[in-house]
C-alpha cells in the first residue's frame, strides 16, 4: 500500500488503537499529509554509520516510512555536512518525530480553540502544520535554529496551505518575545535545564511542554504551569527521548576516549546489582539529577556467558567507573579512576532513591524561576538544583 490518505488513515488508526492520539487531534492527523514534510533524502543508522536513502531509491519503502506510527525519520546529520566518507554521517542532528509521541506531547499539550503556540525545534514543520490546522496557522510561531531546515520547513508549510505560520530562523533557548506572550510553549528538543524565556513569554496559566533529560538519562516530558509570579512548576507526564537543544548538547562520552590508566584504577566490591541501576527508569531518573555530567555505557560480552559491563564516564573531569556483572554472583568488582569517584556516586544516588521511597518519575516536581530550575522528589523535603541557573530570557 502507497497510497499517502490510506497510509494516513491506518497511521491513525494505529494511534487512537494504541491510546496515543487525543479524539481532539484526530481530523488534523487525517487532514495533515506527513509525507509531504519528509524530505526526499532521509537517512538509516547501519551499526555505527548513519547512510542516506534517497526517495527515488524505493518510493514505496519511502512513503511506508513517513506513515510507520512509531518510527522517526532521520532528516539531517551531523548539522548538514556529514563527516563519514560518501556522505556517511555519525550523529543525527534533526529528524521528524514518531508520530505517537508527536501525538503525545500534543495531548500533553492541553490546547484549546483560540490559542497561540510557540514551538521550539520546528524541523520539519510536520508539527507546527498540526498545530495549524488544530488553531489556525496564524496563532502558531515555530523557531528553527538551522537556517537551511528553517527554509525546506516555510516551504513545506506554504505549499500545504499552512503559509501563515511564522517560522523564525534563530535560536529556540531564547523563545520569540515579538509574538509573546503565548498560552503554550511546545519544544521539540530535550533540554536538562528549562530555558526561562520560555516561562517569561508563557501567560500566567499557561503551559510549557517539553522533552527533559540528564547526561544519564534522556528520556521524560515534563509539562510545566506559569504561576502569576512568573515561576513555573510541573512534573514529567510522560516517557520520550530526544535530541538536545544545541544550546544544550552533552557531548557523547565514549569509552575509547574516556577510559585510560586501566592499571592505576581505585578497586572495590559492591553488592549492589549493576542491573538496579541502569534497568529502572525511575532509579535511572534520580541518579541523573544527583549525579550530573555522568553517562553509562553497557557493553554485553560477545559470548553467551550472560556477562557484561558497565561504564560510567564523565569526560569533563576525565572520570571513569566499570562494573562487572557475572551470572551467579552478588559481589560485583568496581574499577574507578579520576577526580571523580563514579560509581561511588552512582551507588549514594541510589541508595538516596531508595531511602526516599523509591520515587516514581510522576512523583517529581520541577520549579523553574529567573534565578535557576530546581528538581524535588514529592516524598523528600531536600531540593535537588539541577544544571545550575536557568539561560537568561534575552539576549
Known amino acids: 500500500m502507497t497510497d499517502p490518505a490510506l497510509l494516513r488513515s491506518r497511521m491513525v488508526d494505529e494511534l487512537t488503537a494504541g491510546g496515543f492520539l487525543d479524539p481532539g487531534w484526530r481530523e488534523a492527523f487525517l487532514a495533515v499529509p506527513r509525507h509531504a514534510f519528509i524530505p526526499d533524502v532521509v537517512w538509516q543508522e547501519q551499526r555505527r554509520d548513519v547512510v542516506p ?12 516510512l513517513a506513515y510507520a506510527s512509531r518510527e522517526f525519520v532521520i532528516t539531517q546529520v551531523d548539522d548538514g555536512n556529514p563527516v563519514g566518507p560518501g556522505l556517511i554521517g555519525d550523529a543525527i542532528s534533526s529528524s521528524a518525530s514518531q508520530p505517537n509521541v508527536v501525538a503525545l506531547m500534543l495531548a500533553a499539550l492541553a490546547v484549546e480553540p483560540g490559542m497561540t503556540v510557540c514551538e521550539i525545534g520546528t524541523g520539519t514543520g510536520y508539527n507546527a ?4 490546522q488544530r488553531l489556525g496557522a496564524d496563532h ?5 535554529i538551522d537556517p537551511e531546515i528553517a527554509t525546506r520547513a516555510r516551504a513545506a508549510l506554504s505549499t500545504n496551505g499552512f503559509g501563515n505560520v511564522t517560522v523564525i530562523t534563530g535560536d529556540g533557548a531564547y523563545g520569540y518575545p515579538p509574538r ?3 498560552d503554550r510553549v511546545l519544544a521539540t528538543a530535550a533540554v536538562a535545564r528549562v530555558p526561562y524565556a520560555w516561562v517569561a513569554q508563557t501567560r500566567p496559566g499557561g503551559r510549557v511542554v517539553t522533552p527533559w533529560g540528564t547526561a544519564y538519562l534522556n528520556g521524560a516530558l515534563l ?3 506559569v504561576g502569576e509570579d512568573g515561576t513555573a512548576t510541573g512534573r514529567l507526564v510522560g516517557n520520550v527521548a530526544f535530541m538536545w537543544l544545541r544550546a544544550q548538547r552533552i557531548p557523547l562520552a565514549w569509552i575509547r576516549d574516556c577510559v585510560y590508566d586501566e592499571d592505576k584504577a581505585q578497586v572495590s566490591h559492591t553488592g549492589l546489582h549493576p542491573g538496579c541501576v541502569t534497568g529502572d527508569y525511575h532509579a535511572a531518573l534520580a541518579i541523573g539529577v544527583l549525579v550530573p555530567g555522568c553517562e553509562y555505557r553497557l557493553c554485553r560480552a560477545q559470548d553467551s556467558s ?3 559491563t558497565v561504564w560510567f564516564l564523565d569526560s569533563h573531569t576525565q572520570s571513569w567507573a566499570s562494573i562487572d556483572y557475572m551470572p551467579g554472583t552478588d559481589t560485583y568488582e568496581v574499577n574507578q579512576l579520576g577526580p571523580r569517584r563514579l560509581w561511588d556516586e552512582v551507588e549514594a544516588a541510589y541508595t538516596w532513591w531508595k531511602q526516599a521511597g523509591s520515587p516514581t518519575a510522576d512523583q517529581w516536581r520541577f520549579t523553574v524561576t529567573p534565578q535557576g530550575q530546581q528538581v524535588s522528589a514529592a516524598e523528600d523535603d531536600d531540593v535537588v538544583p539541577v544544571w545550575g541557573p536557568t539561560p537568561a530570557a534575552s539576549h
Do not use: K, N
Open 129 to 132: 502544520a498540526l498545530l495549524a
Open 223 to 225: 509539562s510545566l504551569t
Open 140 to 144: 502558531v510561531t515555530t523557531i528553527e
Open 180 to 182: 509573546a506572550p503565548y
Open 53 to 64: 536513502f534517497q526517495r527515488a531509491e524505493d518510493p514505496s519503502r519511502w512513503m511506508q
Open 306 to 308: 550472560g556477562e557484561y
